[in-house]
């Protein structure tokens, strides 16, 4: 049965919105409300204790399983479901007594029904603590895998500054990317779906579900599927039934494993697999998943194959698909071997080790991070270009805006100053912090201003590009590779560099999203500013005291292959360290390197936006052209390594479904529930894994049968070139 989507929104009490002012996005007209209720209390002190509480839950659990093999994220959206209850209960139960009544600071403990906004602003709180503070992999990397001395105090400074440093210029930018209409953020639209499915009443005919009980229906029936990829049937996560069918094959499991192969047919019924590195496919727009389809074929299943069998720098001599590094042999590379006491380049011992080797596809992505850095700055130029230079010149005159921008300008807006002097501060911290303990953190002061430069540059075309497409390119491998030529032979700076250079500008990007999902639901600008501030530091301090404790009380934490801690974004991170900064990109992809022609990419990525734009105005009347989204395709696979075939197959799939088939046959069930059913399958998974977590694996409950053999592709790792001997592997002859 088709309920009318229209007929529901003026159930809700919507007015009626001139077509000129409401979203020129359909996602954004359908979903998010026309209406503001500017007598809601938002900063109450439900808002502070259950906002506090889900930061740090959410921050606790999310490092604890980022260490572990299947990294599971758990969404802001788990804490967004369980404090609708307490906040109903506390509403219900505190005393609404009123403090020191008729005085300036006059308060109560309940202003009354748990509203939307405090809902809205709890789960900003939320969402720092669902982030990821990427600064904790330099901390693993220099006491895990580097094995040398960094202080908890160094440790926090660095935290801090990483994470707070971007928001300076991500208000800066507000104008580009918060507030015209075009720049949509659809991750926001998940989000905003389970508000108003939270807090508003419907009226539908008999038999019909509201979107309330609709996702009741799906968080159950998730919450109680995950037991079994989760503990009872682990091979769900990767069905690989190539490898099935030749289980004494090299070049088959190489070509069906989805875990450490090409994942060619290999599928998950897993959501924590589908939804564990591309967020989640209900909220991506059909064309960027067309996108990255087309992108990830061309990488996967056309290019890496291609220079694997033909063997391109020897790539037979090593595994089809690693993160690892290697000697010339095709044994693992003894990075330890070539460190000296002040974590510099040992060049003797860098001499008998031999020049580093990489994975076929693990060269590829770096071609394709190349790549995809330069057809961004392309693409915003000829796509964008004139957008940015008309909305510089309109922002000091009345402009048109939308509905919602419209119902913002009723609220105080937080001056542009503010920001700025966060941006000084945090850049004189950040300088500081690097000079003062140079000799834990080894990057100098002109490192810190270069990365500043950096990210401030990249953070409008990237949030340009994630605003329109919800795929955020990185720009992890171009700070890698400018600092390894300016100042090789030093780790440390060079991971520093690079966090200050990319997670900046990619907080900067956080900070902006959030602004926007305060834009849709009409939260006050200053009351969003002091929220994202104080749960990002409280975020930080959490995760590092986290990170901390498990890394001094789990035993080889990250080093044993076997367990279940073995950290697999931090194993990638450790390994770029290696090759950008100990050994450095010259040695590489430089002169004195293997991979040089790898730079090409560079080019490639420059010329392929200028393509689409020529094929634009050639065919004008074509309007597919324009859905070509460069950067997107050709930054398809920046999640892999540590992201696996399985991940992307699975989600290609599930975001065919969602975003061509039910969004073009069934548009009424998909305009009322598609995002909602994404919230639901987040929140029960993460509730159904935490559960097994601590009832089970604590307890060391296992159940071991061939159901729980991941992926049952033991020989895809192995290399293919004749006379390599690598331990559970055939040798060919």
């Not at 090299?250 to 290999?266: E, Y």
């Not at 090789?488 to 966090?499: M, R």
């Not at 749960?535 to 076997?562: F, H, Q, R």
């Amino acid at each position: 049965m088709e309920i009318e989507f229209n007929s529901i929104s003026k159930a809700h009490g919507e007015h009626e919105v001139p077509q000129e002012e409401n979203s020129p996005v359909d996602q954004v007209a359908l979903t998010v409300s026309t209406t503001d209720d500017t007598s809601l209390p938002v900063l109450t002190f439900r808002m502070w204790v259950l906002g506090t509480l889900s930061c740090v839950l959410l921050s606790f659990l999310n490092q604890f399983f980022s260490y572990r093999k299947e990294p599971l994220t758990i969404t802001a959206i788990s804490a967004q479901i369980l404090v609708v209850p307490l906040g109903q209960l506390m509403a219900a139960t505190i005393t609404n007594r009123v403090f020191f009544k008729g005085k300036r600071w006059e308060f109560t403990l309940n202003p009354g029904t748990f509203n939307i906004k405090e809902h809205v602003l709890i789960t900003i709180f939320a969402n720092a603590g669902a982030g990821t503070v990427f600064a904790i992999h330099i901390v693993t990397a220099v006491k895990v895998f580097y094995k040398k001395h960094i202080t908890f105090f160094v440790s926090l400074l660095l935290v801090i500054t990483t994470q707070v440093l971007g928001f300076g210029w991500a208000g800066i930018y507000r104008r580009y990317l918060v507030e015209p209409a075009a720049m949509w953020w659809p991750a926001n639209l998940v989000q905003v779906s389970l508000f108003r499915a939270l807090h508003e009443k419907e009226k539908l005919p008999k038999g019909v579900l509201t979107r309330t009980q609709f996702f009741l229906i799906a968080f159950i029936c998730s919450f109680a599927y995950y037991v079994l990829p989760g503990f009872l049937f682990q091979m769900l996560t990767s069905l690989s039934w190539i490898c099935w069918i030749s289980p004494k094959s090299v070049v088959a499991q190489q070509l069906g494993s989805g875990l450490s192969g090409l994942g060619v047919a290999a599928f998950g019924l897993d959501w924590a697999t589908i939804s564990a590195y591309l967020q989640s496919p209900l909220a991506s727009p059909w064309f960027a998943t067309a996108n990255i389809a087309a992108g990830y074929i061309i990488f996967v299943y056309i290019l890496t194959p291609i220079c694997y069998w033909l063997n391109v720098y020897n790539a037979k001599t090593f595994p089809i698909f690693s993160s690892a590094l290697f000697n010339s042999a095709g044994q693992v590379y003894d990075t330890s071997s070539i460190i000296d006491s002040n974590f510099h380049l040992d060049l003797a011992a860098y001499k008998i080790e031999g020049s580093l080797y990489i994975s076929t596809f693990f060269a590829v992505t770096y071609g394709v991070g190349f790549a995809a850095l330069a057809a961004i700055i392309v693409h915003v130029a000829l796509f964008h270009g004139r957008e940015i230079w008309e909305q510089s010149k309109s922002s000091f005159q009345e402009t048109t805006m939308d509905i919602h921008t419209k119902l913002m300008r009723k609220y105080k807006q937080v001056p542009e100053w503010w920001f700025v002097i966060i941006l000084i501060a945090t850049i004189a911290l950040t300088m500081f912090t690097c000079e003062y303990y140079k000799d834990q953190l080894q990057l100098p002061w002109w490192g810190v201003l270069l990365a500043c430069s950096i990210a401030i540059f990249f953070t409008l075309p990237i949030g340009i590009i994630t605003a329109i497409t919800n795929q955020a390119p990185g720009l992890n491998i171009i700070t890698e590779y400018i600092i390894g030529y300016m100042y090789p032979g030093y780790p440390v700076a060079n991971v520093c560099f690079k966090t200050y250079g990319y997670i900046s500008m990619l907080q900067a990007i956080t900070f902006l999203q959030d602004f926007k999902l305060g834009h849709y639901m009409k939260i006050p600008p200053r009351t969003m500013f002091m929220a994202q501030i104080v749960g990002t530091l409280l975020a930080g301090l959490v995760y590092l005291s986290t990170a901390w404790w498990l890394m001094e009380t789990v035993p080889n934490i990250c080093l044993d292959k076997k367990s279940v801690w073995t950290c697999p974004n931090d194993t990638v991170f450790y390994d770029a360290s290696i090759i950008w900064g100990l050994i450095g990109p010259r040695r590489i992809f430089g002169n004195l390197g293997t991979y040089t022609a790898i730079n090409w990419f560079f080019l490639g990525g420059a010329i392929a936006p200028i393509l689409v734009w020529l094929a634009t105005k050639a065919f004008p009347q074509q309007e597919w052209i324009r859905l070509i989204n460069m950067p997107v395709l050709i930054g398809a696979t920046g999640s892999m390594p540590p992201a696996t075939a399985v991940n992307y197959t699975s989600w290609i799939v599930v975001g065919f479904l969602s975003g061509f088939v039910v969004y073009r046959y069934k548009p009424n069930w998909w305009r009322r529930h598609n995002y909602v059913l994404s919230g639901a399958l987040d929140s029960g998974l993460a509730f159904m894994a935490v559960l097994i977590y601590f009832c089970l694996n604590l307890e060391e409950v296992k159940v071991e049968w061939w159901g729980n053999e991941l992926d049952g592709c033991p020989l895809a790792s192995c290399p293919s070139a004749k006379g390599v001997a690598v331990d559970g592997c055939p040798v060919f002859y």
